[in-house]
Structure formats: structure tokens, C-alpha cells
């Protein structure tokens, strides 16, 4: 069944158009990451400066700390210029357009957020197979490809990282991480696993925004 | 005369034998900073996902660093599953256990801490060697070994580190492995060497503890 | 025009002088971070020990963090002593020395302060080319190089990085890099290229301070 679908899919999309797609889709993650990573630099009371490098931090920060981890140095932040040249780029136009970016409805900016997430999360997981990981870190690798960036981000504004205690957000990402491995076992291509575990990611993420999901804690 | 007692311990513990006690005792080490990792997440009124992030930064943050400084990459926390299993084991312990593990007395839990310590210092010295660092700089490999995971821990947590100003702690990973560097200076064979420096490092410490050591500082 | 230059500059520098100019000055760099960050700690009331990290990490930092980036593994401060022992001699100069180091004229830091920068960035962005980085990255890697090691500094004592939010700082290292590279681009000789990039970094970081710039910011 999984044969039959990949070749209707390879139709549809054949090699080059996938790695396109793919590629747009994880620059768009990247935009939406830095503008966030600018938009706290804002409220820090940064400078321009510090708000290009937030965005950067953002952005790019997961990935990079997963190159660094998995040995694929130097990372695709570093090597390849089209990523930092967009993190920067949303970064400046955060910095130009601040007014019209705060009219940008909330629930638009997290939904953009969860799918960058979503992206990021099994994209990270993905390479990090391909790198030789075993399954358990791979899963790791993806929860930091989604949720290492704003890790850092925090960690650079003195803050406790949000992702430590706040709502399901890296939680989303490992179920996107997990989908993504058990479709795999069950030998699925692996362009509809990772649709199917961006897209459990992205909705576990939603649906915690919406039903203010948060993780259990230890009453101390 | 080292060749003789080298002798007799091979005959004692065989080569395999040694590598089954040395990663039994890495396990028990990475075991107790875990716990410990995830104390202090519940301290901080974390939930599950960052008190698991905790342990596991405590637990491996210090062996991670190392191995990416002196180019052993992918780093041992990513490349063996056992470590990130017994990491989360120790969080998922703290997490279901909290009040069983509230009993444990507290000099129970230094203790332990400070046998994790000293061989954490003494192994992180010896792999630095291993990887043609020069032992300046492995003595230093040995003390990020030690003191690097709790280090990265206060930092999530927006605090200054307490290795850098608190009681004997780095100082006694410190005293380890310049203690197992001059044991291999003077040819003694290696597991004697780090015998020597585990036990330097475990009695410094322990000292401190009871004596209530501090570094000295300047006066501002 | 350069050809000739570069004759007469060779002519009065040859290689193996340059080579060691090159390494006494960064050493000099190494040892005025190291002293900056000895100082920092000693205000935040660190130990002896927490003053020899910052010490090491205000100096080393930046340029380790780059060699983890760029993939030249071990970085530089682990795989030469001399770093290393160039930087804990700063801290321990303060920690010796303190009451002297207090006397030194404020202006003379800030100068030797913007000669390190000035120098860090410029050889952070030779060496990213050097390991094949694109000019917008290496640009990238001599602000990271400049600015990084003080940027871990703040982080360990729990503040907000004064390189993000304070005066020209980054930004001088930034256009130095940004000098040396258009430089280089018009093919001058690397010599002369670096020197016109250090030298711009120097003059636009000593009247920022003496000007009181500042980058703007976003009005929240």
C-alpha cells in the first residue's frame, strides 16, 4: 500500500520539487522563528543589535545546537548563508515595521508558530536518522531542533526558559518526533511520516493552546 | 613495582570486566545527577517535560560539553541510548517517587553526589588524554566533566552558577584529576591512576563538606 | 599597486615575524578578556575559582565558540596550552593583584579592551574564511569571536548580555569584519587587509565610548 502511494506521490512531486518545497517551508519557519526572536528582544528593551540577534538565536538556535550534537559541522546555519539571511530578514522587518507587525492577530502569529515547530521538530528528527542517532535521541533531536531556539533565546534574556514550564510546546514536538518514528517502523515513505508527525505536532499544539492544555507537575 | 600490582589486578579484574564495572559505576553517577537535576526542577516549579530536561542536562551536560570541545562527536550522550535512558530514568524516578525520594537523607544523596563527581572529574581527564589533549587542558576537561552539567543547569534555571561561588566542588574535580595526572605522570598503570584520583577528588570533597571549606576571595 | 606593498610590507615583516607579532598580540587580546572577566567576577562576589572561569571563558569563549561553529575541532583554547595559560595568568593577576588593577587608569582598559575586540573580530572572520565560511557568515564568526566570550560571561552571572542592549560594541566588531572582507574583495593583501579591518573596529569602538553612541532601538 505504502509503494503504491509513494509512486502516486512521487507523480505529484517528483525529487526536486520535494526538496523545494521543503526548503521554502523551512525558510518560512525560519521567518516566523526570528520575528518572534525580535518581538521579545522588543519587549527586552534591546537594541537593534541584540534584536538581530534574538531573531538569529530564534530562528536557527535549535538546528544549530543539533548539527552540534549529531557531528554535522559546521551546521546548516553557518554553511549555508540562505537561513541567516532570512532570520535577519525577519528580524529587519520587525525592526522597520514594528507598528504593523503588532496589528498581526495573535492567533495568526501561533498558528504560523506551531507549524514552524511542527516543521522544525520532524525535520530535526529526520537528520538526525540520517546522521546514524538511535531512535530515543533522535526524538530528543527533534524536541530541540523545534524547541532549542527559544531555549537560548531565554537563556540570553536571563529568563527560565518558557519551554520548561509553560503550556505543551516542546511536548508537541515530541509526539511530532515519535509519530514521525513509529510511521517509519511501520515502513512508511518517509515523506508521508513526516506529514503525519508535523501534522500530529501541529495539532497537539493548537489544541493546547485552545484547551490551555499544561503538563503535570510535583506539588512541592 | 606498578607492574607487578597491574599484574595482580588483571588478574583480579579482567580487561572486560573493567569496562562492565566502569560503565555500571558511569550509570549509578549519571543516575544520582539526574535525580538531583530533577530536584531542582521540582524546586523551581517546573513541570514534567523540564524537570526531564533537567535531569538530563545535569546528568550528561558536563560529559556533552567535553566531548564537543576535545572533537569526540557525536557527543557519548548522543551516540549510547543507556545514558539518556538512565537520565530520564533518574527524572522519571524523582517524578513518580517525590516523596519516597524526599527520605533519602541528605547526606546520603552528598555522598552519592560526590562519588558522581569524582568519577565523572577522573573519567573526563582521562578521555580528554585519550583525545591528545594536553593535560592542562584535560585537568580543565575533567573539572567541565564534573561541574559542567550543574552549571548548565543553573543557568536554565537564570541563576549564577553554584560552582562558581559556592563551597569546595569544582576545586575538588580539580584536585582529582591533577591527582590521577601526576599518578600517570609517574607511570603508575592507568586504573590505579584513576583510582587514586576518584578517591583525592571523593575525600576532598566530602572534607569540604564536613569542614565547611570555602575558596578564598576578594575582598570588594 | 598592492603587489608592491605587499613586496616592502614582507620585506619588513617576513612571515615567521608575522606569525609571532600575530600570536603576541592575540595573546595580549587573551590576557586584557581575561582580566575583564576576573573583574566581573569579583564584583559579583565570585570564589577564586568562579573568577578563573570567567577569566577563561571572557577570553576564550568567543573564539571557542566559533571553532565549535566553523568545525575547526579542538578549538584553538583547547588544543594550544598557551591560550589557556595566557588567560588564567589574567585572573590570577587579579586575584593577586587586585588593589594594583583597580588603579589602572579606566580609559587604558577601554583602549586595550578595544584592541582585543578590534583584533578578536578580525581574526574570527579570516579564520571562518579560511575553514571556507561565506562572507555573510565569517562576517558573522568575527562578532561572534569579539563579542562571544563576554556574551557567556553575562550569561554565568545571570544578566542580560550588555553586548545586546549597552553601546557600540558588537557593532564596531562588525564593521571591522565588514571592512576586512571588502578589502580583501578589491584583492589587498590579506596583511594590510586585516590591519584596515582591525583599525576600523579600534576607531569606531573608541568614539562610540568617547561619543556616547548608542544603536537605536525599537520605541515599545
Known amino acids: 500500500m505504502w509503494i503504491r502511494l509513494r509512486a502516486w506521490l512521487t507523480g505529484l ?15 518560512i519557519g525560519t521567518f516566523v522563528f526570528a520575528v518572534e526572536g525580535a518581538l521579545a528582544g522588543i519587549n527586552a528593551g534591546l537594541d537593534v543589535f541584540g534584536l538581530m540577534v534574538l531573531a538569529f538565536v530564534t530562528a536557527l538556535g535549535g538546528g544549530t545546537i543539533r548539527d552540534l550534537l549529531i557531528g554535522a559541522v559546521p551546521p546548516n546555519s553557518i554553511r549555508d548563508w540562505r537561513y541567516g539571511a532570512t532570520a535577519f530578514a525577519g528580524g529587519g522587518a520587525v525592526f522597520c515595521f514594528h507598528g504593523l507587525i503588532q496589528d498581526v492577530p495573535a492567533h495568526l502569529l501561533i498558528t504560523l508558530d506551531a507549524a514552524g515547530l511542527a516543521l522544525f521538530a520532524v525535520a530535526g528528527a529526520d ?27 531565554d537563556v ?25 518514528l513509529g510511521a517509519l517502523r511501520v515502513k512508511m515513505p518517509r515523506g508521508l511520516a513526516m506529514s503525519l508527525g508535523a501534522a500530529a505536532c501541529f495539532v497537539v499544539r493548537m489544541l493546547a493552546v485552545w484547551q490551555h492544555w499544561n503538563l503535570p507537575k510535583v506539588m512541592r
Open 13 to 27: 512531486f517528483p525529487q526536486y520539487r520535494q526538496d523545494v518545497l521543503l526548503l521554502v517551508i523551512d525558510l
Open 156 to 180: 540570553l534574556l536571563a529568563k527560565v526558559p518558557a519551554v520548561l514550564n509553560s503550556d505543551v510546546y516542546a511536548a508537541a514536538a515530541l509526539v511530532g518526533a515519535v509519530v514521525m
Open 127 to 153: 537528520k538526525a536518522l540520517e546522521f546514524g542517532i538511535t531512535p530515543l535521541l533522535a526524538v530528543m533531536m527533534g524536541v530541540v531542533t523545534g524547541a532549542g531556539g527559544g531555549t537560548v533565546r
